[in-house]
């Protein structure tokens, strides 16, 4: 840890202080309406989980939160970026604007972790029956915001500003063809009218502790770009390879190649770089080779210079090796989603927040991650900060939890009620620092 991050983490620790001895009755009283939502909050996680959708396909999630905010007498807009739903409280005072993020969508996973509440669910995706599942806890984003909403319309008078509630579909990416998510919501104009001054977001952790928060100043997540490369070559009797030009062993050369920009060509020691090929597509029959082979991968980086120079040598790499066998790479990139960027001064400023919602002890600082989030096409607009919730049940080893993205999948519900009280505590402490 640099000692700038140490001298910022000894001033938050004065300023924690502080802040307990000013806003003790506020954290109370937080801390209390929070707990009161708690059974509510549970219901709606499990309802969801059991009830998953795909990405803008959220049609029955998206109708339960908009009923929902509606019973709140929160003005409700419907159908932003597909199936989106965006409301705002106004307070009782004039002020800034502050949004809260939570993504709906689950995935092409079948679950079997034996939760009596399990997802049974079935879709479509990529021409494949799939079963479909929260297997990324956006089910306990949806409930925890929920949450929040109930507890800041009860302090709706004291509330000095805006708070714009934003359910977001297609986080983990939309059908092929489709456009969706963060990028979606903020060309139909999420974060204007009225504009967003600051936005905030959580994402469950399943190998953290229950209890616990975390974040990290700058770069938090990397990130993420999908690449396709096509080889082409000539097709030929898989008996007679010399009247070919060999699109799979090429493919497999490329594929190889590729390893060598991590290993070789990347600067390690500055940012993480990670190039995984995902998937491999090519001929119909074991006796014909083929005339092309489809590869497809993701890239991750966590600075946009060495972006721009991965993006660079994949197109090399392919494309020189593919020449020299005779055959011909072409090679697509497409941005998912940009580092997930949490502003300095922002977080700065809120982690006094999170040591109000969680207890100075159980606030960390995380090393960067290359799992990605298109939360972050909200911080390229509005200064953003993006915390983690602990969801690992207590005293387990983070080991023997079943990662993110698979069928084991599990979240410890007693974390939640901190969810609440993070998104409540940062919006509330937002407003009122703003006021000043």
């Known amino acids: 840890m640099t000692s700038r991050y140490l001298l910022a983490l000894a001033a938050t ?18 801390a209390k309406l929070s707990q009161q939502q708690e059974a509510k909050v549970v219901a709606w996680r499990r309802d969801i989980h059991e009830h998953p959708e795909l990405g803008n396909q959220e049609t029955r999630t998206a109708a339960l939160v908009a009923e929902h905010l509606r019973k709140l007498g929160l003005e409700v807009q419907t159908g932003v970026a597909r199936t989106g739903v965006v409301a705002l409280l106004k307070g009782g005072k004039p002020g800034p604007v502050v949004a809260l993020r939570a993504d709906m969508d689950g ?33 306990t984003h949806v409930a925890m915001l929920l949450g929040a909403a109930e507890v800041l319309v009860q302090m709706r008078q004291d509330l000095a500003g ?28 999420v974060l204007q009218n009225p504009k967003v001054d600051a936005i905030f977001g959580l994402h469950i952790q399943a190998q953290t502790e229950v209890g ?53 060509q990347a600067q390690l ?12 597509h090519g001929g119909v029959r074991n006796n014909i080779i083929p005339e092309q082979v489809e590869l497809t991968g993701t890239i991750r980086c966590l ?37 997930t960027y949490n502003d300095p001064r922002l977080t700065e400023q809120m982690v006094p927040s999170l040591s109000r919602a969680a207890g100075p002890a159980n606030v960390s600082v995380q090393k ?69």
């Open 13 to 30: 620790a004065v300023a924690t202080t502080t802040g307990f001895a000013q806003n003790a009755a506020l954290t109370e009283r937080i």
């Open 107 to 139: 995935l092409p996973v079948t679950e079997s972790n034996g939760l009596p509440f399990a997802s049974k669910a079935h879709a479509q995706y990529n021409g494949q029956e799939v079963g479909v599942m929260h297997a990324c806890g956006h089910d």
């Open 162 to 189: 805006t708070v714009k509630f934003i359910f977001q579909p297609a986080e983990e990416g939309s059908l092929p063809g489709q456009e969706g998510g963060a990028r979606l919501m903020v060309k139909e104009g």
């Open 212 to 264: 616990k928060l975390s974040y990290r100043p700058g770069g938090e997540m990397a990130s993420s770009d999908v690449f396709t490369i096509k080889v082409k070559g000539k097709s030929a009797h898989g008996a007679y390879p010399w009247l070919a030009v060999d699109p799979v062993v090429t493919a497999a050369q490329v594929i190889m190649g590729l390893q060598t920009i991590v290993s070789r």
């Open 269 to 280: 020691t500055e940012d993480a770089v990670v190039l995984t090929v995902g998937m491999v």
């Open 303 to 339: 600075n946009q210079e060495m972006q721009q120079k991965v993006w660079a040598a994949v197109r090399r790499t392919a494309t020189n090796i593919a020449e020299s066998a005779g055959a011909t790479a072409e090679v697509d990139i497409v941005n998912y989603a940009p580092i």
């Open 368 to 436: 960067a991650v290359t799992g990605a989030e298109d939360f972050a096409f909200y911080q390229e607009k509005v200064p953003g900060v993006f915390v983690f919730v602990g969801g690992m049940p207590k005293g387990k080893n983070p080991a023997d939890t079943a990662p993110h993205h698979t069928a084991g999948f599990f979240v410890d519900e007693s974390g939640l009620t901190l969810g609440v009280r993070t998104l409540v505590t940062l919006a509330t402490d937002y407003l009122a620092a703003a006021k000043k």
